[in-house]
């Protein structure tokens, strides 16, 4: 008789994001007059750029042709999008990734879930509190986090590293040793960031303590200040202790078109095992590659034209964002990110939770968010709102927020 | 320290059809003047249909527009999608397969590898021998497997159902019960099947055993033979024990496209707890949707153009299943399949092993095919040549063969 995977059976609740979507549409359907605004889901609302248009065309005619017809595409991605994508996030930042180190994926998403099953199950996980909720499930699916509780909302196995107000939302060393270090940075759920001079401090902590670091830098077009790293490889050493995980979902606004791409330097090593071949049999075993389309669309990102599209749709979230922050602040809320982020993560009012906020929020702002404890116990009394909408209706939602 | 999951340590060699394509590379990089022919890896040569090229393009053009633009599509896929899916790959053929029991993804490869995980580790797999690799390997990955044999090149936990000559490539039930049982009909790599009347024997001993099916029906639209079924669903008791895995990479020549879905009926289950739900799980935290414009490409596929303009792909790639046959027959040799599937499955003369006719193939005529063994221990002194290659050049292929 077949059993199961039982760890699937200590995951609490619903992935949190589905959570919201059928709270959601129970509102809707009891209120169907009401107008809602989504500033819930990290999801974008701007209209591919032009140049990703044009090159997407062209490949679906390729497709289309007998000569140029494309089928399963290389293990690693095709190389026009590697050598773009190491030439431009990388070389021009004096980082030295090789084109065979970066693994084109369909998102950062599927990544940074698969990407521990390479690790042994009794490595111990380290995460920011609050945190991208994928880093923690994925682990728990495979039996690597412990025993939940339910009244702390904690696994006995994970080192959880506190980001909340009274340490500036800086994660420091845990007191105990972690084997895997989660650091989403610029972070999501809060908006916030560290320096390049931390993140040297995290990368000599790994080095140090033998650890590898996750290292998700989905949010990097959003960085605008100059004390901030792009990469994790702008410091010394991360190519013995880090793996980068890059979407192409915030910076080209490909949440539906689906890339992302992994880093793994060669010189990542357990003893004699190279971390860079074991992610290549993964990829090799379990994947078969990003669409031709998409990877041609990935490398309209990089063109002159789809560099300066892609800069102004940058530029018109951050300016919701300003409009966010800049909203709650006269309104009385107080409120962090917004500034190398496109994450507003304000603090609950009337030591309310996240979730009567959300609720709160919704039934008389018709406004949707994200209740800061579904990122972990550390985001409890937080929310988080996010600059993905269209301009008009960012602004619509902080009228009603000011009303309340 | 972090450790790695030692697992990937005992993978023998690479991925099958990377060791072919090194194999093939250093052949031409001597042989620059040689022309090669590839009838190895399964990828189709014909273009998209003008149908799917059609959908594709105006799905660009939606992205491209802030009112028709789609972010993150619905974890189980788009409706549009699923009710193709459930009324043209089901509803038409008398199965009862409800459009939210499929989960469309980015190919079954990615399903096929995955699909384990929601399954204990003390499962015990059986497969056909040969079979198509990413089964054994992604159970090897998550520790399934015990301990290789070299010699044997068998696993000492995999339960193996030998397919050859002498038992007209049918499995019988394996000695020891298994718990999950991989079936690949029509068959990758031999080409051949099982009538309907023989599978429905599976789906009894499945639900009397305990065991769970997992049914990659990827060559499903090249059957030709009326007592072949389409769908496992098409057996009487098959909701209660079968996953149903499908590709559009063989029937709508999707191979670099990357789409796919998987059947979870709800059901299927162990005790009280439903697969299905297991699945979404899965689907929700490791998986964010196949890209919006391929899923308007799969839906194409079931339009009256598309339908009718695939037909023609498929009868064009079974006559060079014909012609490789035949021409096979002419020179000697003794060969399989290309009746209900795309491959053609030949013993390899004079007791060659698999990879001896493959070197020997690639140098004396230029064809490059599958040697035999790369499938599992019983495909030893098989080798397989596929029928996705262009007209002409399968043609050109068997003069070269027949002249051997």
């Known amino acids: 008789m077949f059993k199961i ?20 549409s129970a509102f809707t359907q009891a209120n169907p007059d009401k107008d809602i605004i989504r500033l819930g889901i990290g999801d974008v609302t701007q209209p591919l750029a032009p140049a990703v248009i044009e090159a997407m065309h062209k490949a679906v005619d390729e497709m289309g042709n007998a000569e140029t017809f494309h089928g399963y595409a290389p293990d690693l991605g095709y190389e026009f999008l590697r050598n773009a994508i190491a030439e431009n996030d990388y070389k021009s930042r004096g980082c030295e990734i090789a084109p065979d180190e970066i693994f084109v994926s369909d998102g950062a998403k599927s990544d940074s879930a698969n990407i521990q099953e390479i690790f042994s199950q009794d490595n111990r996980i380290a995460v920011c509190d609050p945190v991208y909720p994928v880093y923690v499930d994925s682990n728990v699916m495979s039996g690597r986090t412990g025993v939940y ?23 420091e060393f845990p007191k105990e040793t972690p084997d895997m270090i989660y650091l989403c940075l610029p972070n999501n759920p809060t908006g916030t960031t560290i ?21 998700d830098g989905a949010y990097e077009a959003y960085i605008s200040e100059k004390d901030v790293a ?15 995980l890059k ?16 880093v793994v330097p060669k010189e990542l090593k357990c003893g004699d095992v190279s971390l860079h071949g074991m992610w290549a049999r993964r990829h090799g075993t379990k994947f078969n590659g990003a669409p031709y389309i998409v990877q041609r669309a990935g490398e309209a990102v990089y063109s002159p034209e789809g560099k300066a599209q892609l800069k ?49 929020l919704l039934e008389k702002a018709n406004v949707v968010g994200t209740p800061g404890s579904g990122f972990g116990p550390s985001g409890e009394g937080y929310f988080r709102l996010t600059a993905f909408g269209s301009y008009e209706n960012t602004l619509a939602a902080i009228e009603r927020v000011k009303k309340l």
């Open 230 to 244: 792009h990469s994790i490889y702008e410091c010394e050493g991360a190519r013995t202790c880090a793996i980068e």
């Open 195 to 215: 320096t390049k001079a931390q993140l040297q401090e995290w990368v000599d902590y790994a080095n140090r303590s033998g650890a590898v670091i996750i290292y």
């Open 312 to 360: 102004e749709q940058v530029a018109y979230y951050m300016k919701n964002a300003s409009v966010i922050k800049a909203g709650l602040k006269d309104a009385g809320y107080t409120a962090f990110g917004g500034v190398n982020a496109p994450y507003i993560w304000l603090k609950t009012p009337d030591k309310m939770t996240s979730w009567e906020f959300f609720d709160y």
């Open 247 to 262: 979407s192409f979902s915030k910076n080209a606004g490909f949440t539906g078109v689906r890339l992302g791409y992994t």
């Open 5 to 24: 995977n039982e760890n699937y059976q200590k995951l609490p609740g619903s992935y949190l994001f589905s959570t919201i979507a059928k709270k959601v």
């Open 149 to 171: 509780d339910a009244k702390t909302e904690t696994w006995s196995d994970v080192i959880y590293m506190p980001c909340t107000m009274e340490n500036g939302f800086v994660p």
